[in-house]
């Protein structure tokens, strides 16, 4: 009688992408959970979720400020209010999605993710962008950027 092995190449195949996929499938579980979190708890109705600490200590919208409503809007299907919200962040949401489908693909592949958009230049290009429009939604005269 022969013995089979209990752990085959075509059974660590499957072992391995699953290991490789994990950050992606976290990252995708989280990014899920929060949705379905702020889908089902209205971000605008109060009590629900923490204030935002910048808005609370200086008064002024930081870059991220409208975020939860604009996922919130989104999950019922309200892209007009959802842009309204945080138009940065509703122009990245596809950048965002292809990101992380090249990075899911990539790690099929068995390949590290590389991107311009992760050396300094194109990091330090994003933040000093962050602020621009942090400043900017505060501003009278760009009050459509303000949530």
């Excluded at 190449?9 to 499957?14: A, G, K, L, S, V």
């Excluded at 600490?53 to 892209?79: E, I, K, N, S, W």
């Amino acid at each position: 009688m022969t013995r089979v092995p209990v752990h085959s190449h075509e059974d660590q195949r499957p072992r391995a992408l699953a290991r490789r996929l994990a950050p992606q499938g976290a990252v995708l579980g989280g990014v899920v959970a929060g949705a379905l979190l702020v889908a089902f708890r209205d971000p605008g109705e109060p009590g629900h979720y923490p204030s935002c600490p910048f808005l609370v200590m200086t008064g002024f919208y930081c870059p991220g400020c409208g975020m939860m409503r604009l996922v919130h809007a989104l999950t019922h299907g309200d892209a007009g209010t959802a842009f309204g919200l945080n138009p940065l962040l509703f122009v990245l949401l596809p950048v965002f999605g292809y990101l992380y489908v090249r990075w899911t693909v990539l790690g099929v592949r068995g390949m590290p993710m590389r991107s311009v958009l992760f050396r300094p230049a194109a990091a330090y290009s994003f933040v000093g962008l962050l602020a621009v429009y942090g400043v900017l939604r505060n501003l009278p005269f760009a009050q459509s950027l303000a949530p």
